[in-house]
């Protein structure tokens, strides 16, 4: 195998959870978006967003490990770095989610500053904020779960949840 093609492996397996992680938390956004806007008039996005966004959110958590300062408390008490993390990958969601509504205003609007005014004026701030508690409460149990797994290792993390494996990488009881 080239060089590549194991680097391009090594990240698609790298991307995998979190990509999956958030393609189920960001669906169970989506849910409780339609139902708390049921009879509103307000369209939401498809099952196809929702995965191109969980392919990126998956890539971008895969980007942010790489970068230096991510990391920034390995020696420290878990509780930090989750806290670290999930602070920088909320901000990020934030902004996602605000121009997200800014690009719905957008496109009714004459220009990007015509579109914040008519945001600021529409939105329903409750709403917008119910979702942005929700994703932080998703983004902090993502940040647990692999700030766990980081420190007890992907082997043993792996047994944890589905049992010793086998040779063949199957749970010992699956053979």
Not at 12 to 17: A, R, T
Not at 26 to 44: D, F, N, Q, Y
Not at 73 to 83: C, D, G, Q, S, Y
Request: glycine fraction near 6%.
């Amino acid at each position: 195998m080239s060089k590549l093609t194991s680097a391009i492996k090594h990240g698609l397996v790298e991307m995998l959870p979190p990509t999956l992680y958030f393609l189920v938390a960001l669906h169970v956004v989506v849910i409780v978006r339609a139902l708390m806007t049921h009879g509103a008039g307000i369209t939401l996005g498809t099952a196809a967003t929702v995965t191109v966004a969980a392919l990126v959110l998956g890539k971008s958590v895969l980007v942010a490990n790489m970068l230096p300062f991510i990391n920034r408390f390995p020696e420290k008490p878990l509780v930090w770095n989750v806290a670290w993390k999930a602070l920088i990958y909320n901000l990020v969601a934030l902004a996602v989610h605000y121009a997200e509504r800014l690009h719905e205003f957008w496109q009714e609007a004459p220009g990007l500053a015509a579109a914040n005014d008519a945001l600021l004026a529409h939105i329903n701030w409750a709403h917008y904020w119910a979702v942005q508690l929700l994703v932080l409460m998703l983004v902090v149990n993502y940040c647990v779960i692999a700030e766990v797994a980081r420190v007890v290792g992907r082997e043993r993390m792996k047994a944890m949840f589905f049992g010793p494996m086998s040779q063949a990488g199957l749970p010992a009881a699956a053979k």
